[in-house]
């Protein structure tokens, strides 16, 4: 079964070949309106379950219209209007849903939830963020990425904030993909020691430097993040500012890295917090193609997972 979980998870040929046909499909959509349906129609007769037990815009609309532009069908789930949210367990959902839909994309708090899904479905699933990590999101900026300076295998990608969920697929796509990362954060916030371990077990050099100007010298790419994610506790948000404020990204910061290096963020971005609007709306910023790239790259994890 191809269960898109993690991307530490999935064969590095099968994510090269995903992204190869990210780019694909997306040049043969060219220009046409979002609403046409593709000229290749592998979702028709399919239907896909899309959970969620967190807000979401980018991760909820991207699929839904990927699904549709497939030409399959799609229904958004709140997880608290399931009788997931009211105490039926986590494998008796995966098997009634299993019965309906073709395919599952869960966003969901703590990874067991989508351990023990993908463990009793009997069709694939697709992690939509959990706690620990969001694999769809850095396929899209590796897709990103390639269609602005070519493979990542290589480069030096520096994320400078929350070792948080973004921060741990991008470890994991490290080793993968090939590329170095250095964390730039306080200590407090830093990325956990196994994805570390995992990169560096890959043979890709993993730097930890409290200096974000240091470590931000010669990126190709600089990340970042919110610095209060979803799952954390709003009580400590004040603590937490005070921790991250000398890793905002701002002018100075993309200054200290050079002309050469790109800005990403997953979005949503709090401006004025982790990101200035400055860097956000500056040349470097490639946000908005990351996000147009959700799109893109979740068509060719669904077809890859349905192996259609
Ligand atoms: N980046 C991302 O996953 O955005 P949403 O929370 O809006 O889905
Ligand atoms: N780290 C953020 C990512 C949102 C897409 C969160 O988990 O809230």
């Avoid at 997306?26 to 593709?38: H, I, N, Q, S, T």
């Avoid at 037990?53 to 699904?67: A, C, I």
């Avoid at 993968?176 to 050099?205: C, H, I, N, S, Y």
Wanted: aromatic share 6%; charged share 25%.
């Amino acid at each position: 079964m191809n269960h898109f979980l993690d991307i530490h998870k999935t064969d590095p040929d099968a994510l090269e070949a995903m992204i190869a046909a990210a780019d694909r499909m997306k040049a043969a959509r060219g220009d046409r309106p979002r609403g046409a349906p593709d000229d290749e129609q592998p979702l028709a007769g399919r239907m896909v379950a899309l959970i969620f037990e967190k807000p979401s815009t980018r991760t909820r609309v991207s699929f839904d219209v990927g699904v549709r532009q497939m030409g399959g069908q799609s229904m958004i789930l709140s997880g608290t209007d399931m009788q997931l949210g009211h105490g039926e367990t986590i494998s008796d959902t995966a098997r009634v849903l299993s019965r309906y839909v073709d395919l599952i994309m869960i966003r969901t708090f703590d990874e067991s939830v989508l351990a023990e899904l993908a463990d009793h479905a009997t069709v694939p699933v697709i992690n939509g963020l959990t706690d620990r990590s969001h694999p769809c999101q850095i396929m899209a900026d590796i897709l990103t990425f390639r269609e602005l300076r070519g493979p990542i295998a290589g480069r030096k990608v520096v994320w400078s904030g929350d070792g948080n969920n973004v921060c741990a697929s991008f470890l994991h796509a490290a080793a993968q993909f090939g590329f170095d990362l250095t964390f730039t954060g306080p200590v407090q916030l830093d990325p956990e020691a196994e994805f570390v371990g995992l990169a560096r077990k890959a043979g890709r050099t993993v730097e930890i430097d409290r200096d974000p100007a240091r470590a931000v010298a010669g990126a190709d790419l600089v990340v970042t993040d919110t610095w209060v994610s979803m799952h954390d506790s709003q009580s400590n948000r004040e603590r937490r500012h005070n921790m991250l404020r000398p890793y905002q990204v701002n002018a100075a910061l993309m200054e200290a890295a050079g002309p050469q290096a790109l800005f990403m963020h997953c979005l949503p971005a709090h401006r004025g917090e982790e990101v200035t609007s400055e860097v956000m709306d500056g040349p470097q910023s490639v946000v908005f193609d990351e996000a147009e790239n959700r799109l893109h790259a979740q068509k060719a994890i669904m077809r890859w997972c349905l192996d259609v």
